[in-house]
Each structure stands twice: as C-alpha cells, then as structure tokens.
Nanobody
Framework: QVQLVESGGGLVQAGRSLRLSCVAS???????????MGWYRQAPGKQRELVAI???????TYADSLKGRFTIFRDNAKNTVYLQMNSLKLEDAAVYYC?????????WGQGTQVTVSS
C-alpha cells in the first residue's frame, strides 16, 4: 500500500506563493506514462477538483483556470512531487490532496489545508 504524505500547507496572504510537497513511500513513476502523481483540491461545499498531474514521462496536465500560476514538478530520487502556487487568490483556499496512480492502484494523501487571507 503506497502512502502519501503532504506538507507545505498553511496560511498565506493573497498574492503570495506557497509550495506543497508530497512524498510517496514507494517509487511511482518508473518512466511509465500511465503512472502519475498530482494534486486535487476541495473547498468547503464544493466537489474535489483536479489541480495538476504529472506522469512518468513528465507530461503535465493542469486545470485550465490554474495554468500560468501553478506549476507541478517532481524529484524521482525523493519520490516527491511538488506544487508551486504563485499569485494565490482567495478562491485557491482549500484542502489540497496528493494523488498517485501506479498500475491499477490509486492512492490519496490525507490532505493539507491552504488558507488564503486578504
């Protein structure tokens, strides 16, 4: 069972930046396009939504509304994926969940809270 541990959430002022990290207990990517790690988020009263995904060939997918402000990247040696969030807005406040897909398995982290103040 793969375990995912997020970190980096917290309180940040609108317009500032924050970087989230997610460490997997096992290697995920293996240069396989079908394997991936990424981030979803869920705000109060809303459904969980995709933020960004990166696969084993470094292909990235972003929510259209976040392109240009958020960047996902990975460090294979550390089994870690990062989410760099710039120019944060009030509407970015949510619980951010790390996600991993390896073969037929999907895994979720416990989530890290991001709060954006005005």
């Amino acid at each position: 069972q793969v375990q995912l541990v997020e970190s980096g959430g917290g309180l940040v002022q609108a317009g500032r930046s924050l970087r989230l990290s997610c460490v997997a207990s096992e290697s995920i990517f293996s240069n396989n396009a079908l394997n991936a790690m990424g981030w979803y988020r869920q705000a109060p009263g809303k459904q969980r939504e995709l933020v960004a995904i990166i696969n084993g060939l470094d292909r990235t997918t972003y929510a259209d509304s976040l392109k240009g402000r958020f960047t996902i990247f990975r460090d294979n040696a550390k089994n870690t994926v990062y989410l760099q969030m710039n120019s944060l807005k009030l509407e970015d406040a949510a619980v951010y969940y790390c996600y991993a897909r390896r073969g037929i398995g999907t895994y979720w982290g416990q989530g890290t809270q991001v709060t954006v103040s005005s």
